[in-house]
């Protein structure tokens, strides 16, 4: 496929190399020259990279000490 270099020195990746590797919006490119040949790897986001953030909304101290509760109920009653 041909493309173009735009004014600012972009490169369009056609839509069916896109989806053919999974490239999304904000992929990171690892970028080389080899022999007069630009050489553009993807690269994968670290699994803690790709969790960043995912949960900041959770509140999981909260759920954990109302789970651990339920059992402490759980097993008074068991006893009584």
């Known amino acids: 496929m041909l493309v173009k270099l735009s004014s600012k020195g972009q490169l369009v990746i056609p839509k069916p190399i896109r989806e053919a590797l999974g490239l999304r919006r904000g992929t990171r490119f690892h970028v080389q ?3 007069g040949r630009i ?3 993807p690269q994968t986001a670290s699994p803690a990279d790709a969790l960043y953030g995912k ?4 509140d999981f101290l909260t759920e954990l000490e109302e ?3 339920q059992e402490i ?5 068991l006893r009584a």
Do not use: F, K
Not at 73 to 77: F, L
């Open 33 to 35: 020259v080899d022999r």
């Open 39 to 41: 050489i553009l790897e």
């Open 55 to 58: 949960y900041a909304d959770a």
């Open 67 to 69: 789970e651990h509760q």
């Open 73 to 77: 109920r759980d097993e008074a009653a």
